[in-house]
C-alpha cells in the first residue's frame, strides 16, 4: 500500500474512533459530571494529607455531610454544595474566624456559614452528630453494596421494608436480573482475590482472547496494576489494533470468555463496557452452573440460606471463606470482572484512567485542565484559544494529542511520570 494509502486508511480509523467516543461521551454524560464533581474531595483530602490546610477539620466535616447528603437524599444538589464548600476552604491559606466570614467565600452559603459558626463555637455540629446515629444511612449503604443497586434504587427498598441484605434475599422479586445476580454471588465477590490468582485469571483470558483475535491488546488496570497484594475486582482494558471497538466486537468477547469457562454469568453488557462473574475454569469449587443465567439450584440455595440464622455474616465470609453446599471455598470462587473496550487511540488514556486510583486520576485530571489541557478516558485534548465549554463533552473546541504510553501523557502535561505503585494517593 502507497504512504497515501497508509494515511488514508488512518485518517479513516481516527474518524470512526472519534465518532464512537462521542456516542460514548454522550452516553456516560452524568458519569463525566459526577467525575468533575469528586474532583472537589481529591483536593480536599489532598490538602488535608499535606498538613498545609488549615481548615481541614472543617472540611472534614463537611465532606462527611456532603456523603450523608449523596446517600440519603434524591436530589444531588445539597451534595453538591457540601463538596464545593469544602473545596473553596481548601484552598485558603488561612483560618476562617465566622461563618460570616466564610460566606465571602465562593460557594459558601447562608446555611453552611451557620454550620461553620456552630462548629467553632461549639466543637461539633449537630447535623453531624445526627448523621452518625441515623440507621437509614447505614441501611442504604448495606444494600447498594449488591452491584446494580444505586443508593435511590437502595433508598426506594429500604422505605419499602427491606432493611438489610438478608430480607433483600427474601425479595428478590424487586431486582432485575443483573442485581438478583450480583446479589447471589455477593459474598463472593467482596472477598479479597489474591494478587497470584489475578495474574492467573489475566493471563488466562488474555491467551483465549488473542486465539479469537491476534491483535486484541489487554492490560490488567486497578488496584492489581497498582501493585496491592489484595484485590476486590478484576479491571481490565481492551483495544483492537486494527478494529474499530463496536457491540459486535463485544459480543465475540464475551462468547470466547464464556467458551473458554472464564465467565460464569453477565450483570450488564454495552458496546464498550462489560461487568461480569468470571472463576478460574478447573478450578476445585463449587460452581454456580448453569453459564449465563442464575441456576434454579443457585437461587433455590440463595432463598434457603436467606431463612437459616447461622448464615455467615459478609464479614466473617470474607476472613474464614465461604461455605455452600457444605464445600469452604476461602476467598471465594467467583470474582467480579469489569471490562473496558476502547478504541486503539484511547487505549493509553483509558489504562491511566481505570488504572487509578480515584484521587491520583482527579488531581492529574485537575492539573491538565489548569494547563488548558482535557484529560479523560477517551483521550489527551488541547483547548484552542477560542474554545467555548470546558466541560468535556465535546472536543468541537480542542485538539487531540497523539498518545502512545502512558508517559506520553505526563510529558505533554510537563509533569514527572508516576509509576502505578505509587498512585495510591490517600
Known sequence: MSERGKKALKAKKTDQDARASKRRREKEEEEEEEEEEEETVAMAKRDHKAGDNPNADICALLLELADYEKNSQTSRWPSIAYRKAAQTLSQQTHRVQSGKEAQQLPGIGKEIGAEIDEYLASGQIKKVTEARQDESVKVVEDLARVPGIGFAHAKSLMEEGIANIEELRKHEDKLNDAQRIGLNYLEEIEAPIPRARVEKLGRGMETELKKLHNDLEVTLCGAYRRGDKTITEVVAVVTHRSRTPDSALMEELVGC????????????????????????????DVSHHDRGTPSKKTVSKSRSKSKSPTRRSPAKTRESGMSVGGEKRVGGGHHLLSLHLYPESQYYTAILKWTGNDLFVQ????????????????????????????????TGGADAVTVNSEADIFKALDTNYVEPAARNVA
Open 257 to 284: 470468555l464464556k467458551n473458554a469457562g472464564f465467565l460464569t454469568e453477565v450483570i450488564t453488557q454495552g458496546e464498550h463496557g462489560l461487568k461480569a462473574i468470571i472463576t478460574q475454569p478447573g478450578a476445585d
Open 363 to 394: 488531581e492529574l485530571n485537575s492539573k491538565a485542565k489548569a494547563k488548558g489541557f482535557l484529560l479523560n478516558e477517551f483521550g489527551l485534548h488541547r483547548h484552542r484559544a477560542d474554545a467555548g465549554s470546558e466541560s468535556g463533552q465535546s
